[in-house]
């Protein structure tokens, strides 16, 4: 009886162990610099400098259009949260002043991050793209 019970136990802790793994495999390797594309479905205007940084540390920075940024991140397999904590405040063209709002929008809502054909898409918790990226 007591075998049954410990070959028991050793089965579910191989059984947690895959289920980790497959987890961890559904991880999005962010590290680096990535260029906005998209915002919220729209394209980024073509001179922005729009660019997120995600450190190995959960150090977040970058650029949001005309303001440099800087905050944390949290990854746990493919779900992410971007916790932008402040930014320098100056004054850009209006495109970009625009543009920089759906960022600043769109970070906070980030509840997902995937790859699909070279491209890193940040999702919302409807499953829609918030920001699609291209690594530097």
């Known amino acids: ?23 961890q495999s559904k991880a999005v390797d962010l590290v680096g610099n990535w260029k906005l594309e998209y915002i919220m479905g729209q394209p980024t205007v073509d001179y922005s400098p729009a660019q997120i940084n995600f450190d190995k540390d959960g150090k977040l920075s970058g650029n949001n259009s005309c303001n440099n940024f800087f905050g944390t991140y949290v990854q746990q397999g493919d779900t992410l949260t971007l916790d932008p904590a402040g930014s320098t405040m100056k004054a850009c063209v209006d495109a970009l002043m625009a543009q920089e709002q759906l960022v600043n929008q769109a970070m906070p809502l980030v509840k997902t991050a995937e790859m699909d054909g070279g491209k890193l898409e940040l999702k919302g918790e409807d499953g829609k793209d918030l920001l699609v990226l291209t690594k530097l």
Do not use: F, H
């Open 1 to 23: 009886m007591n075998k049954k019970i410990i070959i028991a136990g050793l089965m579910a802790v191989g059984l947690a162990g895959c289920q980790s793994t497959s987890e």
